[in-house]
């Protein structure tokens, strides 16, 4: 079981991805809804495995995967956006990203991605 931290900007999103992480057997520590606040929470909880939407308000997950992975290089993150963002994804990999699920979430895919990440 993982400790998780969700950050995406919109409600729906996270509470997708809360049900589907219950279901499979991950704790969600905490919710943000955009980079600044996944820093601070990062900080906090320092949680497993972050779920970074890319596109937010405020900072984006390409700013903030960096400076989380500034601070602790041992960050395992996975990045979420919606299709056709290859060009963030890169952006987003490149600043530290561990790997990426695409929107709408697909539990099965989720779950790989976590298992990948937790070895």
Known sequence: MASVLIVDDT??????????????????????ENGEEAIELYRKFRPDVVTMDITMPVMN??????????EFPEAKIIVCSAMGQQRMVMEAI???AKDFVTKPFDEARVGEALRR???
């Open 11 to 32: 409600k729906f999103m996270r509470t997708t991805l809360t049900d589907m992480l219950i279901k499979l057997n991950h704790e969600v520590v905490g919710e943000a």
């Open 61 to 70: 997950g390409i700013e903030a995967t960096s400076e989380i992975k500034a």
């Open 94 to 96: 490149e600043a530290g």
């Open 117 to 119: 990440l937790l070895g």
